[in-house]
């Protein structure tokens, strides 16, 4: 199976036309594009860990949510983790290659899969995309409702968090979810507008809580912790097309961000 074929079911199933303005999504680092895959080494992050790990356990592709190279370099100096991570990857003939806001916005992608998890019916897309089948977050039914304490403590057992952070709650039934996983505060209007009886995301930020104690519960689960399930997705889409082939999630732990 060439490493080319692989990006080629990446692609078909979440179109680099679908990302965000912003975004690098695709191919960052591809020297050894034409070659055999040995491997495929899966992540939500680049580190030079990750690429140790891929090196070690002779897998000649890193497939990562985020992309490593989403700012222009100047200088490939070393002289921060992304310019090493670049030197590692082509000194060892190491693919890179990230689907993002793309596999985000997709049918059957990142916000599906949340939806999925959290056993919503009804799944619609928050915020449509023109002309695709594909949208940024999605809002569903919940199969019975909830308190707002039931719901908390589901989100936090099906994402295994110790906490979540959340504004004031109310004495309402949870039944209508919108989510977005992420940094997806920007759709909290959208779920409003929908009717969501919650809306919940990886990061909100602080100012953004204000101003919707009355109209809808907002939770923010974590950035990392929201899109967790995100290689599952990329391993299901690689095995349709390379069955044979060695897809492992990496064992490092490239969340940033530590609780106590």
Known sequence: MKIRQIIGALEEFAPLALQDGYDNAGLQIGLAEDADASGALLCLDVTEDVIDEAIRKGCNMVVSHHPLLFRPLKSIAGRDYIERCVVKAIKNDITIYSAHTNLDSARGGV????????????????????????????VGELPEALS???????????????????????????RRVALCGGAGAFLIPKAVAKGADVFLTGEI???????????????????????QYTMDILQSIINKVAPDLKVLHTTVETNPIKYL
């Open 205 to 227: 930020g602080y100012h953004r809580f204000f101003g919707y104690d009355d109209s809808i519960l907002l939770m923010e689960l974590g950035h990392f912790e929201s899109e």
């Open 148 to 174: 707002a304490d039931e719901f908390l403590n589901k989100v936090k057992d099906t994402f295994h968090v110790g906490c979540v952070r959340y504004n004031k709650r109310e004495p309402r039934a949870i």
């Open 111 to 138: 916000n599906h899969m949340i939806a999925e998890r959290l056993g919503l019916h009804d799944v619609e897309w928050l915020s449509p995309k023109e002309g695709y089948d594909a949208g940024e977050g999605v």
